[in-house]
């Protein structure tokens, strides 16, 4: 069997009084990407923002290569191995490309090492381009590769990505879908939040579907040829 990358059990967050996710369970093998999909407001996001513990009270399981983190603070969960690429991006605007991939430490943790500013510019051309212009200066998609970029400088190795293909042009969207092919072919683990189906579908090799904070379907991509009527039925407005 596969070595369990990151392995979610009975899994609640809140955030204040408000109970957003009922006992999430799923388990990510090592080298392997799985989606979650739902509706909006289904609870996606905050089972990506519970495993990096930016919910409010959580409890139940989350181990990370093995390690329990449920009672962990954010940074020490951090340096377990995983970076957490937020919808919102989280650019630091008045820095330089080249100063926002050079400010995050790197993790003492992560089991990957650490890729090198070359390695990175060869991977996201664009940032080479890019490399002395601010933050404010990028498009959305060369913010968005900036964003997946920081976390791989640092030694993460268990990528969470929330929307990441989100309102950019499909030639970025293809220059995306070839990054996490390129990841996953050198063993990285990835989690992905993803609305456009059609850029989840051919690089997934799990999905979860997700509704109301529980999980309703989980299912290997192998079988999305038989679970597609349930999708559509499911993920329907």
Not at 5 to 10: C, G, T
Not at 33 to 44: E, H, Q, S, Y
Not at 113 to 122: D, G, K, L, N
Request: net charge neutral; aromatic share 4%.
């Amino acid at each position: 069997m596969s070595e369990i990358a990151l392995q979610i059990e009975n899994l609640h967050a809140w955030y204040g009084e408000s109970h957003i996710l009922h006992g999430i369970s799923l388990a990510v093998p090592k080298g392997q990407v799985m989606t979650l999909l739902g509706r909006n407001g289904a609870g996606r996001t905050t089972t990506l923002r519970a495993i990096m513990g930016l919910t409010g009270a959580r409890k139940g399981s989350i181990k990370v290569h093995g390690v329990e983190s449920i009672h962990l603070p954010t940074h020490k969960i951090a340096h377990l191995g995983i970076g957490y690429c937020p919808e919102e991006r989280g650019i630091f605007a008045s820095l330089s490309t080249e100063e926002n991939l050079r400010l995050p430490p790197l993790l003492k943790g992560g089991r990957a090492t650490p890729m090198s500013e070359q390695q990175i510019y060869a991977m996201f051309p664009n940032l080479a381009e890019r490399k002395h212009s601010q933050g404010t200066r990028l498009s959305g998609g060369e913010q968005q590769m900036l964003a997946v970029a920081r976390i791989l400088r640092v030694g993460a190795d268990i990528l969470l990505l929330d929307e990441i293909s989100e309102g950019l042009a499909p030639v970025i969207v293809q220059a995306l879908a070839r990054m996490i092919r390129a990841l996953k072919a050198e063993g990285f683990t990835v989690v992905m939040v993803e609305q456009n189906f059609r850029f989840a579908a051919p690089l997934a090799d799990h999905f979860v579907v997700i509704e109301h904070g529980e999980v309703v379907e989980s299912f290997p991509a192998s079988e999305l040829p038989t679970k597609q009527a349930k999708l559509d039925e499911l993920l329907s407005v």
